[in-house]
């Protein structure tokens, strides 16, 4: 089964505080994880990927970080701001052609 | 560019019946893709096309059939809506091999409610 492990389902955060969601995966394809983000109504859109031959990268307040020995890799958000409210999904590649997605975090950032 | 179009934007259905989404793409992507997401399951593939006149199963196939005439294009279809279908479907596409390190880029979505 090609699954990637989602954590938590929902997390709510203070303005200005990190959150940190977490995705654990099997045997992929390949090293390529993308996060992306969703607001209520829209598709989802790309926020960030990393391609493992390094294991952090950063882009603004958000950072992924991989672990390749754990299987595992997260999102940090630093200084959460109310716009950053949404549903994130991680994903990885289980074949050339198509990516399996996590279950999605729903993130509340509260005044 | 539209970027990724989808139509209708909210359908109800009646048991039994069938219908027809449509996935409109301007940026001249080879692959395009089908998914279906509900509340606690995230974003499931349903089918997906490597190019036009191409299509292949995802994850949850099993009553839903597509077609890719034109590399534009790609049609979902409801042959006989069931209410395990009620859902919000997305449409992707992406430029090349969607699970490599292309971009996947989504549609709006169609909310379908089957009664």
């Known amino acids: 089964q090609q699954q990637v492990k989602q954590s938590p389902q929902s997390l709510i955060v203070q303005k200005g505080g990190i959150s940190i969601i977490n995705c654990a995966y099997e045997?992929?394809?390949?090293?390529?994880f993308p996060w992306y983000q969703q607001f209520p109504g829209k598709g989802p859109a790309l926020l960030i990927a990393?391609?493992?031959?390094?294991s952090e990268k950063k882009e603004g307040r958000f950072t992924i970080s991989f672990n390749k020995s754990a299987k595992q890799f997260s999102l940090h958000i630093m200084d959460s701001q109310p716009g950053d409210s949404a549903t994130y999904f991680c994903a990885a590649p289980f074949g050339n052609e198509k990516l399996t997605f996590g279950t999605g975090t729903r993130l509340t950032i509260i005044p | 560019n539209a970027g990724v179009t989808q139509t209708p934007k909210f359908r109800v259905l009646k048991t039994g019946q069938s219908m027809t989404l449509l996935c409109a793409q301007d940026?001249?992507?080879?692959?395009m893709y089908w998914y279906r997401q509900d509340p606690g399951m995230g974003l499931r593939l349903i089918h997906y096309s490597v190019g036009e006149g191409t299509t292949a199963k995802g994850e949850v196939p099993d009553g839903y059939n597509v077609s890719r005439l034109k590399k534009q294009n790609f049609l979902l279809g409801l042959e006989s809506a069931a209410p395990s279908q009620t859902s919000v479907y997305f449409c992707a596409s992406s430029k090349d091999s969607g699970g490599d390190t292309d971009t996947q880029y989504f549609g709006p979505g169609t909310r379908l409610t089957v009664l």
């Open positions: 045997n992929t394809a390949f090293d390529y």
């Open positions: 990393i391609r493992p031959d390094v």
């Open positions: 940026m001249n992507h080879e692959y």
